[in-house]
T-cell receptor
């Protein structure tokens, strides 16, 4: 039981490049979310999903896309990276009535 | 939209002192969750409170949910260096379900040994 697995752990992108942050969970959780964490800003919700095939926007969705083709996977796509997207990204999963299990995070730098 | 505010933003204590962080929501919450994030780590779920006025304890940690279900607190008795980290509260942004959580900005606790 690996929990929530995020890859990569570190990434440096050039402005304008695109990439996908991977997230997988093996707990059969229906809820999955992506958060970004910036100094002094706490955790801000980017996108979330309540089940396979269902996604919705969170607080800061601009510049990001998600899809949920399976219960296990919830990738986050950066369409055209900008320096403002330099952050730590966390994927998390949960089921109804329980707390979230977070992945170990991806530290992204956009130069 | 819903706002979740935490105070203080930072707290530095001597080992053995007590610590309290407070969480306030702009809306009534169906439940509130608490998380701890160690420096360089990821948030780890501590507890969920559901009932008005509920008090739960985990060893030296005491969690309380306000009677109006708009505020909560986390109290640590006799802090230890292992308590260092940022403590976040979070509440559901949409109805009563936790599929969409709003986090407070957290309280960073440092402990001087």
């Amino acid at each position: 039981n690996a929990g929530v697995t995020q890859t990569p752990k570190f990434q440096v992108l050039k402005t304008g490049q695109s990439m996908t942050l991977q997230c997988a969970q093996d707990m059969n959780h229906e809820y999955m979310s992506w958060y970004r964490q910036d100094p002094g800003m706490g955790l801000r919700l980017i996108h979330y999903s309540v089940g396979a095939g269902i996604t919705d926007q969170g607080e800061v969705p601009n510049g990001y896309n998600v899809s949920r083709s399976t219960t296990e996977d919830f990738p986050l796509r950066l369409l055209s990276a900008a320096p403002s997207q330099t952050s730590v990204y966390f994927c998390a999963s949960s089921r109804t009535g329980e707390g979230y299990t977070f992945g170990s995070g991806t530290r992204l730098t956009v130069v | 939209g819903q706002q979740v505010m935490q105070i203080p933003q930072y707290q530095h204590v001597q080992e053995g002192e007590d610590f309290t962080t407070y969480c306030n929501s702009s809306t009534t919450l169906s439940n509130i969750q608490w998380y701890k994030q160690r420096p360089g780590g990821h948030p780890v779920f501590l507890i969920q409170l559901v009932k008005s006025g509920e008090v739960k304890k985990q060893k030296r940690l005491t969690f309380q949910f306000g009677e109006a279900k708009k505020n909560s607190s986390l109290h640590i008795t006799a802090t230890q260096t292992t308590d260092v980290g940022t403590y976040f509260c979070a509440g559901p942004s949409s109805g009563g379900s936790n599929y969409k959580l709003t986090f407070g900005k957290g309280t960073l606790l440092t402990v001087n040994p």
